[in-house]
């Protein structure tokens, strides 16, 4: 099989190629070096390329299925978001701040070499993975492959162009509000979060999960199985429809003042729903009852940045808002934040029973991907101020600590993905992922 075509495969593909000798993992990180260097020069995804260390683990990869050895997606390529530790690369955060090498590989790297995948390179994110788009002093704006002149979203913005892009099949992803399930839906791409604890991570006071972006959830559920622990496999998930649920849809905003609904994103959502509808399932309109958790939730958020701002090698190289932002969070009690904590975890053991759902159906923002440059030139607050509108549907459930996915369900009228996101109680990402395929097979099988 040639590999240049491979290289726009489904993960799970490649690993099947691999697997019968069709490709080696050499030439499949070879091509798939190529593809990135193109697809870069379009959109700028990647923070930097490692083609030395790709063909390495590629090597490996190949010595270890030669020996015997296998694996779900041993020898397949994957791009890292560069906010993970590995050895003697800087680990960036999106900011001219930090210039120290990384002394090891931190857990989710670690986890990827054992699993023999084949890292070919890191991916760009905004100013300390804060924003819901990718622009930052040191890489520039990131685009959507889609449309260039719209955003990739943020802040895994930068795997979110390399996996649409056609650069690579999977990257990893991290979401403390929503920087997972944004940049998929903004690029057409499945984004799950786990729920919190799960995966390694756990910044931003408990409210960041690590992940990944694919075009498929079974490629995502593989991959979390690798570098999570779940009580059961999500791969098998996957396979598997969900039995009968009761499945709420709430389409109204949480943020005051709200933007309006975009119609073609509210008509994608309401699509979703009639095809779980037509397969048996027990579909309502709600209404989430947030309460006070944007406070909650923000005081946590911020507290987090402001602890990442203080770890950078140089302070005074940090972006005017992100500065701006860190200095409101320095001013955040810890006491308020552990206050915080304790009131999104029991948000996230009440709010869909309280609805008496299974699952919750929402947008996952306003509209879809806007503009690149939208928030240019706005301070600090006011830039998250704006997010918080555009993007008000994430972020609660990372307060919450549930799990919670976006799966792309159509196109706009100008061809913009427009995306649902399914939300599930405390330890349920199996039925997450089970009900997110579900979604998937079914808009496949009504195209």
């Known amino acids: 099989m040639d590999a240049a075509a491979l290289v726009t495969e489904a993960p799970l593909a490649q690993a099947a190629a691999l697997r019968a000798g069709e490709v080696s993992a050499v030439d499949l990180a070879e091509a798939t070096l190529r593809a990135?260097?193109?697809?870069?020069?379009?959109?700028?995804?990647?923070?930097?390329?490692?083609?030395?260390?790709?063909?390495?683990?590629?090597?490996?990869?190949?010595?270890?299925r030669a020996a015997g050895e296998d694996g779900p997606l041993l020898g397949v390529p994957i791009a890292l978001k560069d906010d993970l530790d590995a050895a003697g690369h800087v680990t960036s955060w999106g900011t001219r701040a930090r210039t120290t090498p990384a002394r090891a590989d931190g857990p989710v790297v670690a986890a990827v070499r054992t699993a023999g995948m084949v890292?070919?390179?890191?991916?760009?994110?905004?100013?300390?993975?804060?924003?819901?788009?990718?622009?930052?002093?040191?890489?520039?704006?990131?685009?959507?492959?889609?449309?260039?002149?719209?955003?990739?979203?943020?802040?895994?913005?930068?795997?979110?162009?390399?996996?649409?892009?056609?650069?690579?099949?999977?990257?990893?992803?991290?979401?403390?509000?929503?920087?997972?399930?944004?940049?998929?839906?903004?690029?057409?791409?499945?984004?799950?979060?786990?729920?919190?604890?799960?995966?390694?991570?756990?910044?931003?006071?408990?409210?960041?999960?690590?992940?990944?972006?694919?075009?498929?959830?079974?490629?995502?559920?593989?991959?979390?199985?690798?570098?999570?622990?779940?009580?059961?496999?999500?791969?098998?998930?996957?396979?598997?429809d969900p039995p009968r649920l009761r499945i709420g849809v709430d389409l109204a905003s949480p943020a005051t003042p709200a933007l309006p609904l975009d119609p073609e994103l509210e008509a994608a959502v309401r699509r979703a729903a009639d095809l779980l509808a037509g397969l048996g399932h027990?579909?309502?309109?709600?209404?989430?009852?947030?309460?006070?958790?944007?406070?909650?939730?923000?005081?946590?958020?911020?507290?987090?940045?402001?602890?990442?701002?203080?770890?950078?090698?140089?302070?005074?190289?940090?972006?005017?808002?992100?500065?701006?932002?860190?200095?409101?969070?320095?001013?955040?009690p810890d006491a308020a934040v552990r206050r915080a904590r304790r009131q999104g975890e029991a948000f996230g053991r009440r709010a869909l029973a309280d609805l008496g759902v299974d699952v919750l159906l929402t947008p996952p923002a306003r509209g879809p991907a806007v503009p690149v440059g939208h928030w240019a030139g706005r301070r600090g607050l006011t830039t998250m101020l704006g997010l918080a509108q555009q993007y008000a549907h994430t972020p609660p459930w990372n307060h919450a600590g549930v799990p919670a996915a976006v799966v792309p369900v159509d196109r706009s009228d100008v061809g913009l993905p427009l995306a649902v996101q399914c939300v599930v109680g405390p330890d349920q990402d199996a039925r997450l992922v089970s009900v997110a395929a579900q979604i998937e097979r079914a808009v496949g099988g009504a195209s």
């Open 36 to 64: 990135a260097r193109a697809v870069d020069a379009r959109v700028n995804a990647f923070a930097e390329l490692d083609p030395d260390g790709a063909h390495a683990a590629a090597q490996e990869a190949d010595r270890r």
């Open 119 to 240: 890292p070919i390179g890191r991916t760009t994110l905004p100013e300390l993975a804060v924003y819901g788009f990718t622009e930052s002093e040191r890489f520039g704006a990131t685009r959507n492959p889609i449309d260039t002149s719209r955003t990739s979203g943020g802040s895994s913005g930068g795997s979110a162009a390399a996996v649409a892009g056609g650069a690579v099949g999977i990257a990893t992803a991290s979401d403390g509000g929503g920087s997972i399930r944004i940049p998929a839906s903004c690029c057409g791409l499945v984004g799950i979060k786990p729920g919190a604890g799960r995966t390694p991570g756990g910044g931003w006071n408990g409210l960041s999960v690590q992940g990944c972006v694919t075009r498929r959830v079974a490629d995502s559920a593989t991959y979390l199985d690798l570098i999570g622990d779940f009580p059961s496999s999500l791969a098998a998930a996957a396979a598997q």
């Open 282 to 332: 027990d579909v309502r309109d709600v209404r989430v009852r947030h309460g006070a958790m944007a406070a909650g939730f923000v005081a946590r958020m911020l507290h987090g940045v402001a602890g990442a701002a203080a770890e950078v090698d140089d302070p005074a190289l940090l972006e005017p808002r992100t500065a701006e932002v860190a200095w409101i969070g320095r001013r955040i």
